[in-house]
């Protein structure tokens, strides 16, 4: 979508970081922007920041998708058709594979994988209906092509956020709509604090906090790239039509040794077929 002035976005996770990042981004485009966060007193601060023109706001919860709808409707019904649809929301968790509790799991990809396709399930006909063209952006991560040790549940879901956009731009690409796949490393935010509302059950959230693993997390993404500069790269992209939205230098080097990693593997494997 090259001209994003005059359209109507559709933002989750809008109360802070890269989300509120990009609702003020898009205003200063000249787009109208729905502001859509769990946190309901955070959501009205942050439309307090930017101001009530051209914004509307809709606390949901992504992972429930009856809640999508409603905050869809409150969107088409405040600015008509919806252009750009930003699935941002998410959360992270960690754990050693073995002691992560299923009730986790389930939290985590409730949100991080279902509340990307509910997002994409609810707005796809609608922009396919009204024909202006459009535009998906997908917030997965530089974890979505690279992995570590002790996020396992976080990696697995960004990795899914990174093919299924993949595929979608496939798809949309007759329809006029682009697809674009957020792929941050550290960036300012307050992702570091969401365990706090996984299930009950879950018991290694709880030792997190006080971890050194903990510290050292919250130090990356307090002094990460700043939400606002992250945001503008991504609107950028957007117009640009670019599928992957990188931004540390520093990352390149992994996500170059897994591609060579896989070839590695492809090629040896192609051998023992004897070709």
């Known amino acids: 979508m090259t001209d994003i ?10 109360a802070s970081g890269i989300g509120f990042a990009l609702a003020e981004g898009l205003l200063k485009r000249g787009a109208k922007v729905m502001m859509v ?18 914004t ?15 905050a869809a409707a409150v969107a088409i019904e405040s600015f008509g058709n919806v252009h750009l649809i930003f699935n941002n929301a998410g959360v992270s968790l960690p754990g050693r594979p073995g002691r992560i509790a299923l009730e986790d799991w389930r939290w985590i990809t409730d949100i991080n994988i279902l509340g990307v396709v509910y997002g994409c399930e609810t707005f796809i006909p609608h922009i396919v209906g009204h024909g202006e063209g459009g535009h998906i952006i997908n917030t997965a991560s530089t974890a979505g092509h690279v992995t570590g040790i002790g996020m396992a549940p976080y990696f697995a879901t960004k990795f899914a956020v990174v093919g299924y956009s993949e595929a979608l731009s496939q798809e949309l ?28 059950a879950g018991q290694y959230r709880y030792k997190f906090k006080s971890s050194k693993a903990y510290e050292t997390i919250k130090g990356y993404i307090e002094n990460g790239m700043d939400a606002d500069v992250y945001a503008e790269l991504c609107l950028k992209s957007v117009e640009a039509n670019r599928l992957h939205v990188f931004n540390d230098p520093e990352a390149r080097a992994a996500v170059e040794a897994r591609a060579q990693s896989l070839l ?7 051998r023992d077929l004897g070709h």
């Open 37 to 54: 966060d769990i946190d309901a007193e955070g959501l009205a601060a942050a439309q307090e920041k930017l101001g009530t023109e051209n």
């Open 173 to 200: 690409a007759e329809a006029g709509i682009g697809v674009s796949c957020l792929c941050p490393t550290w960036v300012k935010s307050n992702i570091h604090n969401t365990p706090d509302k996984a299930p009950v």
């Open 56 to 70: 509307a706001i809709a606390v949901c919860d992504v992972a429930d998708p009856d809640a999508v709808k409603s």
């Open 5 to 14: 002035k005059n359209k109507t976005a559709f933002v989750t996770g809008a």
């Open 264 to 270: 590695t593997d492809y090629d040896a494997n192609l």
